[in-house]
């Protein structure tokens, strides 16, 4: 070779890894800008696409409910292909990434093409997928990144593979920390929303008891009226919707005292299934009437946790009557109890989620916010006190409860509760 071509080349090469070096540079910067996750991801795949220029790529988050990756942001790839990418988080090609903690080129390396699963090989080399990246830190395995191209010379030399490893380690760092701010909003949210709720609580229980004896001498004087009239006369329905109007304020009145009843609470050990189960089944003929049918996975083993069965039931009660008010006629509840978290090794402090779906309308965002408030209700005959005392119950028994909802897909409402250590028996399905 001339040498003036030895010397192109090498300065070629300098200079690619000098741009190649600031890639990663300006990443890293730009990514401790952005706190969304799917920001995030965009952010990542544009740089990779810039760089390595793939016909496709996914990047897949972990999913704990279902212990697996899934496709977050995309591109090149079919929606058909996307609803069928998923790879087991315990599965091999997830433990030789966070063990091997580099990429794997599948074309290149047979012998761990070999050593995969063969759904896990069918799916790779069906979608074309043939570059695997992990996106690991504080060695776990946050995330991977598939990658795959249709032009012949497509593959990655060394420098390629280090600096790929590098942008998914900047970006496996990014993720973590978006997902820390994310967790620390919501705390800081949860104890806010807890702030008010007990001012609400404190103040609604004086009032309350002001209420409520004056309302029992209204209703008992009502019911004395009442027997003097013929059910015939005017005067008899009107009385009589008088009275259900008064029930309507006693229950209110009743739901701002139970806002209140910290002390009230009687926990033992008991196993979840039962308050969920009386709950499903008190819901249940009204449900069939309606067309809709609860679908409930219960997990089959008992889950011991320390409550008061009577307060849970009230809570799954309240929310599978939520769920099925929502759905304007036929429709679908589901209710899964799984561990939680399954994933992100906390293995020392297990708790247990139930998990409560609808398919109905589904709840925009601003209206999310909203909806744990006391009085907040969308209905004509509502309270909006049924969240808000699920709220207060659930975080009474030092647990979380949450609500996920997209408009025009449905509500997921799920309540997590610290699981009594040993209670579980297969530690094989927490994923
Ligand atoms: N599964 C759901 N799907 C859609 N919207 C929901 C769902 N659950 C709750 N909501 C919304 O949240 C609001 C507040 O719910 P909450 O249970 O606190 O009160 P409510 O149901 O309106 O009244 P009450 O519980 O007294 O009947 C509801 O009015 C509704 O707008
Ligand atoms: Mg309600």
Redesign the pocket.
Known sequence: MRPNLIFEKVLGRLQRSRLNRRAVQELSRSLALIVDREALEASVAARIRELFDPDRMAILEPDPATASFLPGFSFGLKDSELSGLRLAARGKLARWLAVNETCLVLDRQPGVHEYLDPAERDLLDGLRLNLCVPMVSLNRLTGILLLGSDRPGWTLNRADAELLNLLASQASLAFENAALYRAQRERLDRLYRAERLAAVGQLAAGVAHEIRNPLTAIRSTMQYLLRGLDPGEPKHQLVEELLREVDRINSTVG?LLSLSRSGEIRKSEIDLLEPLGKAVQLVQARAAEQGVAIESDLGGSARRVLGDSGQLKQVFL?LL???L??LPGEGRISVAVTPWPPLRGREDAPWVQVRIT?D????PPD?LRR?FDPF????RD???????ICHGIVEQHEGEIQMD?EVGAG?TVSVRLPWIEGSHGQRSDRG
């Open positions: 739901g309240n009557l939520n769920a008010q929502s609808d109905g309308p589904g709840i209206q909806v907040y209700t969308t209905k509502g309270t909006g006190l049924g969240l808000a909802s509500t």
